[in-house]
Nanobody, 124 residues
Framework: QVQLVESGGGLVQAGGSLRLSCAASGRTFSSYAMGWFRQAAGKEREFVARISWSGGNTYYANSVKGRFAASRDNGKNAVYLQMSSLRPEDTAVYYC?????????????????WGQGTQVTVSS
């Protein structure tokens, strides 16, 4: 089992950058693929990015491709989401999630553990 805590959210102007962090507890963190999701007010939670257990493979939603980058440090039990060229439509609560299985999965139902989320607000 793993517990996840996100941080790094905040208010930023359009075009700016933020780096989200997700701290994980548990000795088997390096065995989990990790995902980032977001949920805007009144909308369903959606996939943003996914990173493999080794960090060697990443996958992004089309809406963030080229602007966001996921990374991880297994030695620190942490995963990150570097967000650049932010847009007002990126405003949402951002969640990290852990998946015990392999393969690229983008569904909420495919992830086993979730953090509490961190708010990102992009002003125009």
């Amino acid at each position: 089992q793993v517990q996840l805590v996100e941080s790094g959210g905040g208010l930023v102007q359009a075009g700016g950058s933020l780096r989200l962090s997700c701290a994980a507890s548990g000795r088997t963190f390096s065995s989990y693929a990790m995902g980032w999701f977001r949920q805007a007010a009144g909308k369903e939670r959606e996939f943003v990015a996914r990173i493999s257990w080794s960090g060697g493979n990443t996958y992004y939603a089309n809406s963030v491709k080229g602007r966001f980058a996921a990374s991880r440090d297994n030695g620190k039990n942490a995963v990150y989401l570097q967000m650049s060229s932010l847009r007002p439509e990126d405003t949402a609560v951002y969640y990290c999630a852990a998946r015990t299985g392999g393969g690229i999965r983008v569904g909420v139902q495919d992830y086993d553990y979730w953090g509490q989320g961190t708010q990102v607000t992009v002003s125009s």
